[in-house]
């Protein structure tokens, strides 16, 4: 099946600083989707984009859907504590279908006081 | 959690015990799914439903049966668990904008 690869696998950074992070894959999504997992809970819904080039803010959270509709970048400014989790990018594999999201495998973003 | 109740949140079997886990929505969406979560896989998809008795089977479906009799229930049975079923266990439910909302997991440990 599709496979979306992201990276980095693991982020360790400082309070304050920004943050990158990317997702691709080797076939076209019409729909990118970044979700937030904190411990022992479900994933949440930060940003879902739906055109390529669209460029989607959600307060601290910056996501694209790139020009070739085959990768999607989140950006978080100014991190704070609470920005720890893993960080997923989703997408459906199929053009209108409802069957279900391929996901990344995460990045885990770490904040070191 | 989007009105979305997995239930158990916890649960510790023997292998061989049948497990049956309950998802259910109060918002009245079509679409529901079952995912498992594993370190280094990610999630992935166990099956889903797009309507009352509608169901099919996702990327590792294998040892694992799905019934939904009602709009709001999705419930995700294990006939005979396995220890390679050990695993936190997510239910999504969706719109119509492929947007799957999930519930908090459950987490299966099968001994």
């Known amino acids: 099946g599709q496979q979306l690869n992201q990276s980095p696998q693991s982020m360790f950074i400082q309070e304050g600083e920004d943050v990158s992070m990317n997702c691709t894959s080797s076939?076209?999504?019409?729909?990118w989707l970044w979700y937030k997992q904190d411990p022992g809970e479900g994933p949440v819904l930060l940003i879902a984009?739906?055109?390529?080039?669209e460029l989607t803010s959600n307060g601290r959270l910056t996501a694209q859907f790139g020009i070739t509709r085959k990768d999607s970048f989140l950006n978080i400014s100014a991190s704070i504590p609470s920005d720890v989790g893993i960080y997923f990018c989703a997408g459906p594999p199929k053009q209108g279908g409802a069957d279900g999201l391929t996901f990344g495998k995460g990045t885990h973003l770490i904040i070191q006081p | 959690d989007a009105g979305i109740t997995q239930s158990p949140r916890h649960k510790v079997t023997e292998t061989g015990t049948p497990v049956t886990l309950r998802c259910h929505q109060t918002?009245?969406?079509?679409?529901m799914y079952w995912y498992r979560q594993d370190p280094g896989h990610g999630l992935r998809l166990i099956h889903y439903?797009?309507?009352?008795?509608?169901?099919d089977k996702g990327e590792v479906s294998d040892g694992y049966s799905v019934s939904r009799s009602k709009t709001e229930d999705f419930l995700l049975t294990l006939e005979s668990a396995t220890s390679s079923q050990t695993s936190v266990y997510f239910c999504?439910?969706?719109?119509?904008?492929?947007?799957?909302?999930f519930g908090a997991g459950t987490r299966l440990s099968v001994l």
């Open positions: 076939s076209i999504f019409n729909t």
């Open positions: 984009l739906y055109k390529a080039g």
């Open positions: 439903s797009y309507g009352v008795k509608d169901t």
């Open positions: 999504a439910i969706s719109d119509l904008k492929n947007i799957q909302y």
């Open positions: 918002e009245n969406h079509r679409y």
